[in-house]
């Protein structure tokens, strides 16, 4: 049995996460800013008021976790606004970024030292952030800071490598949340697809950016 904490597990792709990775009896972290209903039905462990654009949320979360050890640290907490060329809000841009970016980083720099011996951690990112993949342009915010935590993730690789640690960047595909206005693939299955990711990436593949249904993504 693994112990994996989950951020942003109230709803969408972490709470479905949680439900997957419970059903099969591993110990679950499920942080949130708020928890849900669904997610309190899950029987999971719940840490709720994390808010990954904090310092001092972020500080407690690691508190709470004292004489701990994270397996896997999924960080999946995330928002989308929509932006174009001819509506931009930079405050939501710079939102985006907080969480989106800066989140991640904050989140796996106060768990650096959670993590167990030979430990994963997974950044859920969007292909959205890949630059030779955009064709379609928009999304200012969403687009530049995905390219943000792809930069972050593989940093992240390199210096946690002499820890034993593993990092990992998963697309989870287009997928049916609220996100999306519900338009996509099923949740349960990119979390399926996310999941097989997780449990068969392998230190050769770590710093590299993938989507769930098994192929790498380019940069």
């Known amino acids: ?15 479905e996460l949680a439900r997957q990775y419970a059903a099969r009896d591993e110990e679950v972290i499920a942080a949130c800013r708020r928890s849900s209903p669904k997610l309190d039905a899950l029987g999971v462990e719940v840490i709720d008021g994390v808010d990954v654009t904090s310092d001092d949320s972020v500080n407690d979360l690691a508190s709470a976790l004292r004489g701990r050890r994270l397996d896997r640290l999924v960080n999946n907490a995330g928002i989308l606004d929509r932006d174009a060329l001819d509506r931009l809000d930079f405050e939501s841009i710079e939102r985006q ?17 959670k993590l167990a011996e030979n430990a994963r951690v997974f950044i ?25 935590v792809n930069i972050a993730g593989k940093s992240l690789a390199v210096d946690l490598a002499d820890a034993g640690v593993t990092v990992f960047l998963l697309h989870p ?10 338009q996509g693939v099923a949740v349960r299955d990119a979390a399926a697809g996310l999941i097989e990711r997780m449990d068969t990436l392998g230190i050769d593949q770590s710093g590299t950016f993938w989507h769930q249904e098994g192929y790498p993504l380019p940069w």
């Open 1 to 15: 049995m693994e112990t994996i904490l989950i951020t942003g597990a109230n709803r969408g792709i972490g709470l």
């Open 97 to 113: 970024f907080r969480v989106n970016a800066i989140g991640p980083l904050r989140v796996t720099a106060a768990l650096r030292h």
């Open 124 to 148: 859920i990112t969007s292909r959205m952030g890949s630059i030779d993949d955009n064709t379609s342009g928009g999304y200012y915010g969403y687009r530049m800071s995905k390219a943000a």
């Open 173 to 182: 595909g287009y997928v049916a949340t609220d996100m999306t206005g519900g």
